[in-house]
């Protein structure tokens, strides 16, 4: 996906692109990580759908849960599912970063005559 240290840095455009379509890969994974947290505040903790929207967008978004969770099994849950969003924050970063990180390391490690092509 990325050039090799040997190749020219691509253009401007291309990088633009690159970001593009690793942001668009970060999106999906949250929304895979939302679909999960919708899903079990629903179906495990028995909340209506836009609170379990609500709860799965917080517990996502690194704020806490809003509504009391009453069962065992619910907290369990939001437990596991703290510790998934905490892990898709760090997956999520790490895919929008790397073009950028890729582009500067390629650039620091241009040589003066890769530079005057």
């Given at each position: ?62 704020m ?22 905490g892990?898709i ?29």
């Amino acid at each position: 996906m990325f050039e090799h240290r040997h190749q020219q840095i691509v253009p401007v455009s291309v990088f633009i692109k690159r970001l593009a379509v690793f942001f668009g890969i970060a999106i999906l994974l949250i929304l895979f990580a939302l679909f999960i947290g919708i899903a079990g505040y629903h179906w495990i903790a028995g909340f209506g759908w836009v609170d379990s929207l609500l709860n799965a967008s917080m517990i996502l978004g690194g704020m806490g849960p809003v509504n009391p969770l009453t069962s065992m099994a619910a907290k369990i849950f939001a437990s596991f599912y703290a510790l998934f969003c905490g892990l898709i924050f760090i997956a999520v970063m790490g895919i929008i970063l790397s073009p950028i990180m890729h582009r500067m390391l390629h650039k620091f490690h241009m040589d003066d005559k890769d530079l005057q092509r």
